[in-house]
């Protein structure tokens, strides 16, 4: 997993042009917030996000073998073996979504059908369901789904209120 701490969020802040102040705080180039501080966190927000993706992609360009990943990323014995017997395995061109745990969603690129899903870290597929099986079993394989893709992630506790 790709973690920032304090002090690569800020070289990376430094490097794209906001102060950093000896408090930590970080504002825009002339040390004013002028009121549009989200701003300055959005774009922040999408500097680390952005370095996130490239190092996702550098990860792929020198891959690791399947033993090293499993152990770096810390796989189960099923993930494991699904990436082991999936390693040669090939597709088209696919649609591909980072998750926060650098876990990454892949389904066909459009205008293909989207007839499966698969769940990747490091390269290797960890999951794969197509659409025969999540029309067969849908509650089975949305919770193993859900469930491969967020390992790692924090459950949030979200509640809303339904007007009556």
Known sequence: MIEYGP???????LAAGFKVWRDGRITAADG????????????????VRAEVLKEAEQAVDAPMSVEQAAEHFG??????????DNEDTEYGNETVIVLANGRAIHCPSFPAPCDYVRVVEGGYELGYWNCDEWEMEP????????GLARKGLRDTLVTQRVPA
């Open 7 to 13: 002090e690569k969020v800020r070289a990376l802040a």
């Open 139 to 146: 509650t089975d394989v949305m919770g193993a789904f859900i």
């Open 75 to 84: 796989w189960s014995e099923a993930e494991f073996r699904h990436a082991q």
């Open 32 to 47: 004013m917030v002028s009121g549009a501080a989200s701003d300055c966190v959005t774009s922040l927000i999408a500097l």
